[in-house]
């Protein structure tokens, strides 16, 4: 579903996406449960948005006779998560897409300015002839995912969506300002954000949740 306010913004607001985030959002759900939560919506997110992968046509034999079937064309798609909380929706993604490859981005939000601070960047070569997608379950200043853009795009990314599971509209707002040519994907588009940055009603803090710090 695209939101008529934000032209970058999809909401994929799949039946099953919407009951599983609802669990995700639980505060009585736990770490274990969050974790494979977190790769499932991935998964039926990247699977929504891959519809549009160009093809190309490869020839093959089956054991009875020749065909032309296809296959997904150009270089390999690069997962790119924001560490930590990006990490959980690795490898719900790459279940669908074994061959991709996966870049990181390190940064944290600064607790006192929530301005985001960079302390890792490692992707594969080319990026300039990759599809990217860079990987967050949050978009809420969006200073962390604009952030992660712009370290891309300086490397070379020219393909480059972003995909969260649960965004506000300032985040999608700054995506929007500092980089229109990224499309952004989520599964909810939350209310607002609170005086401390969070994002309301949300799910509280994706990376202590996930990985069961605090
Ligand atoms: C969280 C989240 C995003 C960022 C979103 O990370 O995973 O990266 O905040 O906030 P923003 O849109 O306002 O930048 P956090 O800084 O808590 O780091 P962590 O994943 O290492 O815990
Ligand atoms: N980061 C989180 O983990 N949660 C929020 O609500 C906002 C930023």
């Known amino acids: 579903m695209a939101t008529s306010s934000f032209p970058n913004l999809t909401v994929l607001d799949h039946p099953l996406i919407r009951h599983k985030l609802t669990i995700l ?9 969050f974790k494979q939560l977190v790769g499932e919506i991935a998964m039926l997110m990247a699977y929504e948005m891959t519809k549009d992968l160009p093809l190309q046509t490869v020839d093959i034999e089956t054991p009875l006779e020749h065909m032309q079937g296809v296959q997904v064309a150009g270089k390999k798609l690069v997962l790119v998560p924001i560490l930590r909380a990006g990490l ?7 279940h669908l897409i074994p061959s991709a490859r996966v870049g990181h981005i390190g940064i944290y939000r600064d607790h006192a300015t929530l301005k985001p601070v960079e302390y890792y960047f490692k992707v594969p070569s080319g990026p300039d002839a990759r599809d990217i997608f ?7 200043t969006g200073g962390s995912a604009a952030d992660a853009v712009a370290a891309l795009k300086r490397a070379g990314a020219q393909r480059i969506r972003f995909l969260c599971l649960v965004a506000c509209p300032e985040g999608v707002g700054t995506m929007l300002a500092q980089h229109p040519d990224v499309p952004v994907y989520a599964a909810a588009l939350d209310r607002q954000l609170n005086d401390k940055g969070y994002i309301l009603p949300g799910l509280g803090d994706a990376g202590d949740r996930l990985f069961g710090t605090r």
């Open 25 to 33: 959002r639980d505060r009585r759900t736990c770490t274990k449960d």
């Open 88 to 94: 959980g929706m690795v490898d719900g993604i790459a």
């Open 134 to 140: 860079v990987l967050d379950p949050m978009l809420a």
